[in-house]
């Protein structure tokens, strides 16, 4: 397939897509988390870029990973599936800013690791965390295949201050 019959969307933070083949979709994550969910049979799918675990208000936002699963049970009941038809991957949850986080509360990336996991549970997706890439201080960047499901996934770990901002030595 050439990239003419793709259609490609780029995640920013917050943003969340569910399609069809072709669809590929892109993003890059820090203490974000991405769930990928493919359903092999159908080849139909989505990722989400969630920024924060829980939401604060009545207000949904795909930014949190309440909403964004919520918008992926819309999408699978649309498309007539079901979350027990889809692989489910986790990518993201890094330490961007190790020397600041010596206090005892848990780190956002962890948080949002722990979040999405139990409601993907919750909702009925089986999760393979053999798959999964999360934790550490690692920034990561995806593409997702909606075709085939596969995702190729390059990250780079974090190193000093100037690489996280793009700076001298990145």
Same mark, same amino acid.
């Given at each position: 397939?050439?990239?003419?019959?793709? %259609?490609?969307?780029? #995640?920013?933070?917050?943003? +969340?897509?569910?399609?069809?083949?072709?669809? $590929?979709? *892109?993003? #890059?994550?820090? !203490? =974000?988390?991405?769930?990928?969910?493919?359903?092999?049979?159908? %080849?139909?799918?989505?990722? =989400?870029?969630?920024? #924060?675990?829980?939401?604060?208000?009545?207000?949904?936002?795909?930014?949190?990973?309440?909403?964004?699963?919520?918008?992926?049970?819309?999408?699978?009941?649309?498309?007539? !599936?079901?979350? +027990?038809?889809? %692989?489910?991957?986790?990518?993201?949850?890094?330490?961007?800013?190790? %020397?600041?986080?010596?206090?005892?509360?848990?780190? +956002?990336?962890?948080?949002?690791? @722990?979040?999405?996991?139990?409601?993907? @549970?919750?909702?009925?997706?089986? #999760?393979?965390?053999?798959?999964?890439? $999360?934790?550490?201080? *690692?920034?990561?960047?995806?593409?997702?295949?909606? *075709?085939?499901?596969?995702? +190729?996934? @390059?990250?780079?770990?974090?190193?000093?201050?100037?690489?996280?901002?793009?700076?001298?030595?990145?």
């Amino acid at each position: 397939m050439n990239t003419v019959d793709k %259609q490609c969307v780029f #995640l920013n933070p917050g943003e +969340i897509t569910f399609g069809q083949a072709p669809l $590929v979709v *892109s993003t #890059l994550l820090g !203490s =974000c988390v991405s769930a990928v969910i493919w359903n092999p049979y159908r %080849q139909i799918g989505g990722m =989400c870029h969630v920024v #924060l675990p829980e939401k604060h208000g009545d207000a949904c936002d795909n930014k949190y990973a309440e909403c964004a699963i919520e918008y992926f049970l819309r999408n699978i009941y649309i498309f007539n !599936s079901n979350p +027990i038809d889809y %692989q489910v991957r986790l990518f993201g949850g890094g330490n961007m800013f190790p %020397q600041f986080n010596r206090e005892v509360n848990e780190k +956002i990336g962890d948080r949002n690791i @722990k979040t999405m996991c139990r409601l993907l @549970k919750e909702v009925g997706f089986n #999760l393979n965390n053999d798959l999964d890439d $999360v934790g550490g201080i *690692s920034y990561r960047r995806l593409t997702f295949y909606v *075709s085939t499901g596969e995702v +190729i996934l @390059k990250s780079k770990e974090i190193q000093t201050q100037a690489e996280l901002y793009g700076g001298e030595n990145a």
